[in-house]
């Protein structure tokens, strides 16, 4: 349940009701929004009155929130949530561009993707060190020594990085050198490598299940706020249908769904959604008008050779092509774009 404070209660009010919830043991989380504060409660509400919390000063009135993920549900926390990174913020009017290749080959492929992006106008640079392949003869990542090179190429290029995680020991050994950390389709609901991620105060890129609802989507981004990080970054990167022209089917529904049910910021990888790379431009511009906060997008200085997803990977100048169409799209949408 919430308890949504009238316009004009104090601070005192606020911690009054407060120390009302916490001493039966439930847990608060305060938002002071723009237009009004809300109270948070989690936990076993069968224990408070509600006569009496309706009786406090400054209470205007007691909500309950029916669905099963309260710390990412916007009726929690109106406002949009905005995540600070080093050099850019997530989820404003600024668009956030995280593009890079797929997996992290060496060092000399990874500073050359990550020229690209910058040159692109990218703000943020991807890179796979520990990469979940379907097949384990595949190529499976550079692990540590891969997160060295994408420390180095931030250095070089002052770019945020971003590294998949996928075990709780990539993790511990991640939160060292990354600024964001990816929970892949594939561990969306692996829930102990989510309450690790949740344990770092670290931005999370949670992206959606192959065949994951939006409810259990936002279940899993409530699985790592509830250990204290309220930073996750919801990524829509195409669902499993009956359809195979393309690799996955990018739900575009997505993004406006999660906009009216969840404060968090969303972005879209349309690398992954279609697996094609004559198809990026297109529903990149789609996920902006639909009013995604950023995107993710796979670029390799040589795609042809590519260890991994090199045919839904931009080539450098077909990334900077593309950023300067996007430029208009997002100006159209009232949205900026470096
Ligand atoms: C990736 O981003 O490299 C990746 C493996 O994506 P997904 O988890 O969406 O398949
Ligand atoms: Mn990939």
Not at 163 to 190: F, H, K, P, W
Not at 246 to 260: C, F, G, L, W, Y
Not at 277 to 286: D, H, N, R
Request: charged share 20%.
């Amino acid at each position: 349940m919430i308890i949504v404070m009238k316009h004009k209660a104090s601070q005192e009010d606020i911690a009054q009701v407060t120390k009302e919830v916490t001493k039966f043991g439930l847990m608060v989380n305060v938002s002071e929004g723009s237009e009004v504060t809300v109270v948070g409660v989690v936990g076993d509400k069968s224990k408070l009155n509600s006569d009496v919390i309706n009786s406090l000063s400054g209470v205007d009135k007691i909500v309950a929130v029916t669905e099963s993920y309260k710390l990412a549900n916007k009726k929690f926390h109106p406002d949009p949530t905005i995540i600070e990174m080093p050099n850019c913020k997530i989820g404003g009017k600024e668009l956030v561009i995280m593009a890079g290749p797929c997996a992290v080959e060496s060092k000399e492929q990874l500073f050359e993707s990550a020229d690209a992006v910058l040159g692109g106008g990218a703000a943020i640079l991807r890179g796979g060190a520990y990469k979940p392949r379907t097949s384990p003869y595949s190529f499976q990542g550079l692990e540590e020594e891969g997160l060295q090179f994408m420390q180095e190429a931030k250095a070089k290029t002052g770019l945020s990085i971003v590294c998949e995680v996928t075990s709780i020991q990539a993790v511990n050994t991640a939160a060292n050198y990354v600024d964001m950390l990816q929970i892949g389709a594939r561990n969306m609901q692996n829930f102990e490598l989510l309450k690790a991620a949740g344990k770092t105060k670290i931005p999370v890129l949670l992206k959606r299940g192959l065949s994951a609802t939006i409810e259990e989507w936002l279940n899993a981004a409530e699985y790592i706020m509830s250990e204290g990080n309220p930073n996750v970054i919801l990524c829509e990167r195409g669902i499993r249908t009956f359809e195979t022209a393309t690799r996955n089917t990018m739900d575009i529904s997505a993004v406006p769904v999660i906009k009216s049910k969840s404060h968090l910021p969303i972005i879209v990888d349309p690398s992954h959604a279609c697996g094609k790379k004559e198809y990026i431009a297109s529903l990149s511009k789609a996920a902006i008008a639909a009013g995604a906060d950023g995107l993710m997008i796979e670029v390799h200085p040589n795609p042809k050779e590519a260890l991994s997803d090199g045919p839904q990977s931009l080539d450098p100048q077909e990334f900077k092509t593309l950023m300067e169409e996007l430029k208009i799209i997002a100006a159209a949408c009232n949205r900026t774009l470096l």
